[in-house]
């Protein structure tokens, strides 16, 4: 454990054998796991516990009052997990008690400069964050996903596994696992191809997520109908992720193709 003397460690906070760098606050009730760096000027507050060597960088604040006008000072909490990079400016707010009480956010995960995470948000395992990639409050990240730059994820919408996000898009309803979406409003414009195979999935694999896209999203039928169809036809497991994601309870629409444009 190496505190710096210009920092502040309030009594009751459990840092482990952590490193706080210069001019950084860690208050009383954080929780920071053996291996976290804090490199200088980094905010600590409320409930918030981080995990094995993640690293974190200047200025970033961490485990903030939630930016909802009816929390009251509630006691909520951030969770973050081992392995994780977050740099410059980074902000990620506690829960609120209406939204379960617990922001959290995976292991391994990379969250560049400037990016913001709101209250209640659910962040998989291996998130890339781009600089200023915003998430608004409930949003649900899968694992794998990749948020591009100055991107802003609207409230209470679902990201799924494997899911790309443009730089700039606004993104307003569900991206299915293994989709790319863009533009403002974002649509979905063909599957993350690049990153499944920077993942190592199958030719075979990506063949019947092609295969399931076209189906899904054709102009025949309506959606339930294709959902139906698709659900009989195929049985990889990457396809049933895709069928499990539009099955569970939604807040917000499913993503589709905008039909003006040719899909790549």
Do not use: W
Request: hydrophobic share 40%; aromatic share 8%.
């Amino acid at each position: 454990m190496t505190v710096h003397p210009t920092a502040v460690v309030e009594d009751g906070a459990d840092i482990g054998d952590a490193y706080i760098g210069p001019f950084c606050f860690v208050g009383s009730q954080a929780k920071l796991h053996n291996g976290v760096k804090l490199n200088s000027h980094v905010i600590v507050e409320g409930e918030t516990e981080i995990g094995e060597n993640t690293l974190v960088h200047p200025f970033a604040v961490l485990g903030g009052a939630p930016q909802h006008l009816q929390y009251n000072g509630e006691q909520t909490s951030l969770v973050i997990g081992s392995n994780n990079i977050i740099r410059e400016h980074v902000t990620i707010n506690c829960g609120t008690q209406s939204g379960g009480g617990v922001t959290r956010v995976g292991s391994n995960t990379f969250i560049m400069t400037g990016s913001h995470i709101a209250h209640d948000c659910h962040v998989g395992d291996h998130v890339i964050f781009a600089n200023n990639a915003t998430l608004g409050g409930h949003v649900k990240v899968g694992d794998y996903a990749f948020l591009g730059g100055l991107c802003a994820i609207h409230q209470f919408t679902r990201i799924g596994d494997y899911a790309f996000i443009g730089g700039c898009a606004a993104v307003a309803a569900d991206v299915i696992p293994f989709a790319s979406a863009m533009g403002n409003h974002a649509t979905l414009v063909g599957l993350n191809v690049v990153g499944l195979k920077r993942r190592n999935f199958s030719r075979h694999a990506i063949s019947e997520l092609r295969s399931m896209y076209k189906l899904l999203f054709s102009s025949n039928h309506t959606f339930k109908e294709r959902l139906e169809i698709v659900r009989s036809a195929f049985s990889s497991d990457e396809v049933m992720k895709v069928i499990k994601f539009i099955d569970e309870t939604q807040a917000r629409a499913v993503m589709a193709p905008d039909r003006t444009l040719k899909t790549p």
